[in-house]
């Protein structure tokens, strides 16, 4: 199986909706470590990304950093051990 893209079926970013390029930006994106995509008759409506917080971050802290999210702690004997975030974002 060929990967090579031949050039008539290479697209330039003028063929991107600007939704399509949001996704591409957060897909760049090191911090998150997966991504999700809701669609609403048939176009990108929101993303969701996961990233995973140090866990020396303070919740206050994490709460005040974005208006829209979901935040995961797991605790082992005491300690928290891990911090995911999942930030959502709309698509405009």
Same mark, same amino acid.
């Given at each position: 199986m060929s990967f090579i893209i031949e050039q008539k079926d290479s697209k330039s970013l003028d063929d991107f909706s600007p939704e399509e390029l949001q996704l591409i930006k957060m897909t760049r994106n090191q911090k998150f470590q997966s991504l999700r995509i809701v669609k609403r008759n048939g176009r990108i409506d929101m993303i969701e990304g996961v990233e995973?917080?140090? +866990?020396?971050?303070?919740?206050? +802290?994490?709460?005040?950093q974005h208006d829209y999210q979901n935040i995961e702690i797991k605790q082992s004997d005491g300690r928290i051990v891990l911090i995911n975030r999942t930030v959502k974002t709309k698509v405009k």
């Amino acid at each position: 199986m060929s990967f090579i893209i031949e050039q008539k079926d290479s697209k330039s970013l003028d063929d991107f909706s600007p939704e399509e390029l949001q996704l591409i930006k957060m897909t760049r994106n090191q911090k998150f470590q997966s991504l999700r995509i809701v669609k609403r008759n048939g176009r990108i409506d929101m993303i969701e990304g996961v990233e995973r917080i140090e +866990d020396r971050t303070k919740i206050v +802290d994490i709460l005040k950093q974005h208006d829209y999210q979901n935040i995961e702690i797991k605790q082992s004997d005491g300690r928290i051990v891990l911090i995911n975030r999942t930030v959502k974002t709309k698509v405009k």
